[in-house]
């Protein structure tokens, strides 16, 4: 089956109580089990049936089992937000005394949770500026190693050869962040990546009314996964949350073709203004990603950012004329969203190693929707004027 077609008929399929062909939300935290022998028998996993929403719920499962069939996955996990996503993979799969790798940058609360949380429980994190400084200096005790194909928010390009074949040295499990592209644009896992994740917020469910977060992979992997985020640190999605995310999945395809189709025309626009220092935009042939997207995906992404010179006043500047894209975090929703990750996503990573990364005070990043293209133009054009 193709994707656009799996995207509406993958999965469970109508309701196996009603025949509902939506899935209904069932907006229950537990479960009745009848007996004392049926509920001991639940609990020791020899009988089917759901228990307690945090472990398991009939609205999630339907949309775990769409998630897998996407992505290719034994198993697919839907959390309560990418950051329980985050947490729930490094939790479940290292200990004290292991080390960790990612590539820098890294959405900023992933990259402030590695540094300033993971590493207190006595796991080593080392960070990478690229895929070939990985390949170069991986250590050789590192047992996970995470990296985003598109960064966020400079947008630089990770190929995931390159850190499949670093993270082989060391036999490491690799991690892809797929969220700024997912699995209609790319399929980590049919890749030999080990894990793939997503903030569900994201493009997922691509109507900026929910947070969610998403991890899929190999059944040894995922129950280990499942376990520390749904009975440890317990951060299972709501139904109705999950109801919403299933809702916006079915559109993946279309409203995806439009970002993508928007942002291709964006950049071109702000690539030949006098007035913007630097485009970065993975679909520029002169952008160094280009060719390893070309190659490895065949598309971009919907996601442009760009630098006026002049730090965060300038940026602010530019910002606060901006009449059609709102000023707000978050990306991938139908509407054009504008932000300064240095002093927003990215704020709780000290001021140097942001730097490093490449995330300077001059970077504005523009997460394109899917209005009409030439009205999101007029907008930048009238901003940069003013
Ligand atoms: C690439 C990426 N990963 C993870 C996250 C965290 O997701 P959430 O905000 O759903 O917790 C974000 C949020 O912006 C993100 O952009």
Redesign the pocket.
């Known amino acids: 089956m193709k994707f656009k077609t799996q995207l509406l008929h993958s999965g469970a399929g109508a309701d196996t109580q009603t025949g509902a062909l939506t899935t209904p939300i069932y907006q229950s935290s537990t479960f009745t089990y009848g007996t004392a022998a049926q509920g001991k028998a639940r609990f020791a996993g020899e009988q089917p049936g759901f228990i307690y929403s945090r472990m398991g719920n009939p609205t999630v499962q339907a949309l775990e089992q769409q998630l897998a069939a996407l992505e290719g996955a034994d198993e697919a996990l839907v959390v309560a937000?990418?950051?329980?996503?985050?947490s729930s993979i490094f939790y479940a799969l290292v200990s004290a005394g292991d080390e960790v790798a990612f590539i820098d940058p890294?959405?900023?609360?992933?990259a402030a949770f590695l540094i300033n949380t993971l590493s207190r429980a006595g796991i080593k994190v080392s960070r990478y500026l690229s895929d070939d400084d990985l390949v170069a200096n991986i250590n050789p005790g590192t047992k996970l190693v995470l990296f985003?194909p598109i960064t966020?928010p400079n947008l630089k390009v990770s190929d995931y050869r390159k850190v499949k074949a670093a993270a082989a040295k060391t036999g490491a499990i690799t991690v892809c962040?797929n969220?700024?592209l997912t699995p209609y644009l790319f399929k980590p896992l049919a890749h030999g990546i080990d894990l793939v994740?997503?903030?569900?917020?994201?493009y997922l469910s691509g109507h900026g009314d929910i947070?969610?977060?998403v991890v899929a992979g190999r059944s040894e992997l995922m129950q280990q996964v499942r376990t520390i985020a749904l009975k440890h640190i317990g951060a299972p999605i709501g139904p109705q949350e999950a109801y919403l995310l299933q809702r916006g999945l079915r559109t993946l395809a279309l409203r995806m073709d439009a970002h993508l189709a928007g942002a291709a025309k964006v950049a071109g626009f702000l690539a030949q203004h006098p007035l913007v220092a630097k485009v970065i935009y993975p679909g520029l042939t002169s952008d160094a990603g280009y060719p390893v997207l070309a190659e490895t995906v065949g598309a971009f992404g919907g996601m442009v950012s760009i630098e006026l010179a002049g730090g965060f006043n300038r940026a602010a500047r530019f910002l606060d004329q901006l009449q059609l894209f709102t000023q707000a975090?978050?990306?991938g929703d139908l509407e054009s969203l504008a932000c300064h990750p240095a002093s927003t996503?990215h704020a709780a990573m000290d001021a140097s190693s942001r730097l490093a990364a490449g995330v300077t005070d001059d970077l504005i990043r523009l997460s394109i929707g899917v209005e009409d293209p030439a009205d999101l133009i007029a907008d930048l054009q009238q901003a940069l004027q003013a």
């Not at 937000?81 to 985050?86: E, F, K, L, N, P």
């Not at 994740?197 to 994201?202: A, D, F, L, V």
């Open positions: 937000s990418g950051m329980a996503a985050v890294v959405y900023g609360g992933t985003e966020n962040d969220t700024f994740m997503h903030s569900g917020t994201k947070i969610a977060g975090v978050s990306l996503t």
